[in-house]
């Protein structure tokens, strides 16, 4: 796949923008387990022009996870593209418009996927971005606001009209919200519109590399955005590259690396940020991954390591689970 001048190479698999969760230390680490493309948080336009600390500091690129994207979200034409020129500053290699956030305090108030409900603005926005920045602008969306108004094959000219350089496709309504299931046949017939001929991405319920590579063989999509099932679990793009490869599963690793790969995710976020805000950017992947499920008696140990407010703490807990995962395979064996 070709964006601009940046090449991923065939099947490429890109790690989806999500809020609290693709800081520039998840950035890092999905990248080396071979994302070939990684987002950053989405930033609101209103609070990059007001400068606001928090937003602010998540323009930051560490050089080894390029190329990255940086992602901006808005409702009005002006104040998107004095953000765009602030996003661009910062030097990514794309700057990517959110259309696709479905949460009420950003849907509710017409940015992210509100912006389905009205088009005319979406394309305004974007054409005028388009023009003020030098690097590709691509856009995320979903398939239209609700069942009754799935816009996205006509839209997606539309935008292509407009100078985007490619298009990613959550398979979903944003009445769905993050419910039901992704529907890939209509990123399907965005992809084989004759008239279309900027990469499609598709995105949507991929968990397994036995979905990412049917979503290249049955859909014909450019690549594959991957997002919740990365969270706790970097590695998703190793297992995945390999089946692509391969056909078969890679072999788990021992249990201690992926434990290794959370504590090192807690001490990136620690340096990038401090002890505090790290720990706390830390907890949604030690919630979410799935290295601890099935053992017995866990949950108490869960919870004080998701209360943990220090460093020494917390290690203290996941050295803890650590022994009970190795006690509870031991007793499998």
């Known amino acids: 796949m070709k964006i601009g001048k ?15 969760v693709t800081d520039v230390a998840f950035r890092l680490l999905c990248k080396r387990f071979g994302a070939d493309l990684v987002y950053t948080e989405f930033l609101s336009a ?62 509710g108030k017409g940015a992210g996927s509100g912006m389905l409900r009205c088009p005319d603005l979406m394309l305004r926005i974007v054409s005028e971005v388009v023009k003020a920045v030098k690097i590709p602008v691509t856009v995320k969306t979903r398939l239209g606001w609700d069942n009754e108004s799935k816009i996205i094959v006509e839209l997606a000219e539309a935008l292509q009209d407009c100078g985007i350089q490619a298009l990613t496709i959550h398979g979903r309504t944003r009445a769905q919200m993050y419910t039901g299931s992704a529907d890939w046949s209509l990123i399907g017939a965005v992809k084989n519109n004759p008239r279309m001929h900027i990469p499609i991405i598709g995105n949507g319920d991929i968990t397994s590399g036995e979905e ?19 969270i706790g679990q970097p590695w998703v793009f190793e297992q995945m590259k390999h089946y692509l490869k391969t056909g078969e599963q890679l072999p788990p690793r021992e249990k201690t690396f992926y434990v290794d790969i959370l504590r090192e995710l807690v001490d990136n976020n620690i340096r990038k940020l401090d002890e505090r805000r790290g720990i706390l950017h830390s907890r949604r992947h030690i919630a979410a991954s799935p290295i601890f499920k099935g053992i017995d008696h866990f949950r108490p140990v869960r919870i004080a390591m998701l209360q943990a407010s220090t460093r020494e703490a917390l290690f203290a807990e996941i050295a803890r689970a650590e022994a009970m995962l190795l006690a509870s395979e031991a007793q499998g064996a």
């Open 46 to 107: 209103d609070a990059l022009i007001r400068q606001v600390a928090g937003t602010t500091r998540k323009l930051t690129i560490d050089p080894e996870e390029r190329p990255v994207a940086i992602q901006i979200y808005g409702r009005e034409v002006e104040p998107m593209v004095e953000a765009a020129r602030i996003a661009e500053a910062a030097g990514p290699e794309l700057l990517d418009l959110n259309f696709g956030c479905p949460v009420k305090r950003v849907a």
């Open 6 to 20: 940046i090449e991923t190479g065939a099947e490429p698999l890109l790690l989806a923008p999500m809020e609290d």
């Open 212 to 230: 990412v590579r049917r979503a290249f063989n049955d859909y014909g999509v450019d690549a594959v955005m991957i997002g919740r099932a990365t």
